[in-house]
């Protein structure tokens, strides 16, 4: 109700400020210029992503300092607190970074946030800056044409920057001319009413225009015209802290528990940051005048004192926080608990990872991890064996040859729960991923794991159509057809077995050599199935009744079997690594398979 509510306020406002006043009208534009850039600058930015960006983030996790180094300098040279938050709460919902790390690099934003100000105070009101703004808008427009994605995101944080000068610059030529017909220090407040009125303005103004960072320009404009005390300023810089913590909110509610936890500790800290600055504010003042002193800033120049004092108060509730920090990641994860695991719902999907190419990447390929292990089970009960015993095992056929007791479960209501309801998650994502501007190799990936969740489920369903007949055929000796059926369920299990194997090796360990011999010896089998069935028919071991459904299911076995493989081969095999440059000369394709498949004898005949 509050949200359909405040855009018409917020418009019939600025259409009675724009009939009241013209310099109004270039405040107000100065403001939307401003956050225009703003918005280029993260969009900017954001086609940087899927390297540097990324790789630093993940750099950043080795200890707390260096988290804090990188929220502070990712901020410093993004010029926005909110993009290094959604990056940050996408990484962690990926899985890719600690919590404690995001903690650490919301609090060194938060410090990084101040260079703003103090580019505005020191900068922005005592030069000229449309002059630079106009050139940067030029080149701008040629570098956004260009086809390669970092010379189009060079273009957008150029033009980003340029719109960020020019909204200053309407900002601060709106409040010169602004203060010759109105005088806005008669609404000025002194004592409690004036910190808390104007704490809550700073607060609602940044929750308005999404960005601390265009309220502070803002405020240190309209101080540097006159238009606002040096005490009121100061509270509404306080304010502007905590309106901030909606950003933050906003990014949690579409995180999985791990982003909520990081918004919670972001609105914590500005709210204790904002807190200390109100109860302390004469002592803090003080501090500010001493700096100022240090730093060669005249007393008259309240603007730059502003920046001081922004810096001071944001210094000070990261040192108050980072002595308690592991105490605060253990609080948050008391207060969020990780909630119960649900195998049926996607684990690390969800609208927080959609911003960057490589939490796109992990978060799909850790569900489709999720999925296959899923399947694991219900292709390992299908058959009758239990996971426990498969894994552990020395000798894989005398297990399956022991297990004859069907396992006690509904496959088809565990195939909708565990896997259909996962596989429609993943097709869902991908497609919702494909519509972004992804890097070819980034949508390649996302496009082969849309492709692996499909043969996994297929081996699934495979499974499921020959399950009926297996278990009839080997709850109890029936001579042959009991050892073929036998036959076909330990090839299966000894491929899960290897895949588990292939899952638990270091990368640089895995080897799409064993895949290939597997895939030979496989369509060796399915094309010898025909013959041995001829013969077991004709030496009366089979009835022609036995012999037709285990051709049927052989077929669904050895479907099983390819897709299993395939799924394995594209999710493991690092085609980038040097040594797989050597397997890929190595490896067969379809038709070498099929040649090789005809050369061998008679492959097994599950005898």
Request: glycine share 8%; charged share 20%.
């Amino acid at each position: 109700m509050m949200k359909k509510l405040l855009l018409p306020v917020i418009l019939g406002l600025l259409i009675l400020g724009f009939s009241v006043s013209n310099d109004f009208q270039e405040i107000s534009a100065g403001v939307a210029i401003f956050l225009f850039g703003m918005l280029m600058l993260e969009d900017g930015f954001k086609l940087f992503s899927g390297g540097y960006l990324e790789r630093a983030l993940e750099m950043a996790t080795g200890s707390i300092t260096r988290s804090l180094g990188f929220g502070a300098i990712a901020t410093t040279i993004m010029q926005s607190s909110s993009l290094v938050s959604v990056i940050t709460i996408s990484f962690l919902s990926a899985g890719l970074i600690p919590l404690l790390a995001g903690v650490g690099i919301i609090l060194g934003a938060n410090i990084g946030t101040t260079t703003g100000a103090w580019l505005v105070a020191g900068f922005g009101l005592k030069v000229n800056i449309s002059a630079y703004a106009m050139p940067m808008l030029t080149l701008s427009i040629v570098l956004v044409f260009q086809r390669s994605k970092y010379l189009r995101g060079a273009g957008y944080v150029l033009g980003g920057l340029g719109f960020l000068f020019l909204g200053i610059h309407h900002m601060k030529e709106g409040f010169d001319a602004f203060s010759d017909q109105f005088d806005l220090t008669r609404f000025a407040m002194t004592g409690i009413a004036g910190l808390v009125v104007y704490t809550l303005t700073g607060a609602v103004a940044t929750v308005v225009m999404q960005s601390s960072h265009a309220t502070m320009v803002l405020i240190i404009t309209a101080l540097a015209a006159g238009q606002i005390s040096y005490e009121n300023a100061l509270a509404l810089a306080i304010g502007a802290n905590i309106g901030t913590t909606v950003t933050a909110v906003i990014g949690g509610l579409t995180a999985n528990f791990q982003g909520r936890r990081l918004a919670l500790s972001h609105v914590m800290f500005n709210l204790l940051t904002a807190g200390v600055a109100l109860v302390f504010l004469g002592q803090i003042r003080d501090m500010v005048d001493v700096t100022s002193a240090a730093l060669g800033i005249a007393t008259s120049d309240i603007a730059l004192k502003l920046a001081v004092f922004h810096t001071i108060f944001n210094l000070l509730g990261v040192l108050l926080i980072v002595p308690f920090i592991h105490r605060l990641v253990g609080f948050l994860e008391r207060v969020i608990v990780q909630p119960a695991e649900d195998l049926s719902q996607p684990k690390y999907l969800s609208e927080a990872v959609d911003e960057f190419p490589q939490t796109i990447q992990v978060a799909l390929r850790r569900e489709v991890h999720h999925l296959y292990e899923n399947a694991v089970e219900l292709i390992v009960h299908g058959l009758n064996l239990h996971r426990t015993e498969l894994f552990e095992t020395k000798d894989i056929a005398a297990t399956v040859k022991a297990s004859r007791a069907p396992v006690d479960f509904d496959l088809d209501a565990r195939y909708e729960h565990r896997v259909k309801t996962l596989h429609s998650a993943i097709i869902e994502f991908a497609t919702r991923v494909g519509s972004k501007d992804l890097p070819a190799k980034a949508m390649a990936d996302v496009y082969l794991m849309r492709d692996v969740s499909g043969q996994i489920v297929r081996a699934v369903k495979s499974i499921k159509h020959m399950r009926r007949n297996a278990t009839l055929y080997t709850q109890r000796p029936q001579g042959v057809i009991t050892d073929l059926y036998n036959g076909l369920r330990t090839e299966i299990a000894r491929i899960l077995v290897e895949i588990r194997a292939l899952d638990q090796a270091d990368p640089e360990d895995r080897s799409s050599l064993w895949l290939d011999q597997e895939r030979i010896q496989v369509e060796s089998d399915a094309r010898n199935t025909n013959q041995t069935i001829d013969r077991l028919i004709r030496e009366r071991h089979l009835s022609a009744s036995m012999a037709t459904s285990f051709l049927n299911d052989s077929n669904y076995a050895y479907s099983a079997m390819r897709d299993l493989l395939d799924a394995a081969r594209a999710y493991y095999i690092d085609t980038e690594d040097a040594m797989a440059e050597v397997e890929r000369i190595l490896t067969l394709d379809e038709d070498d398979l099929q040649d090789m498949a005809l050369d061998r004898p008679n492959g097994k005949e599950g005898l």
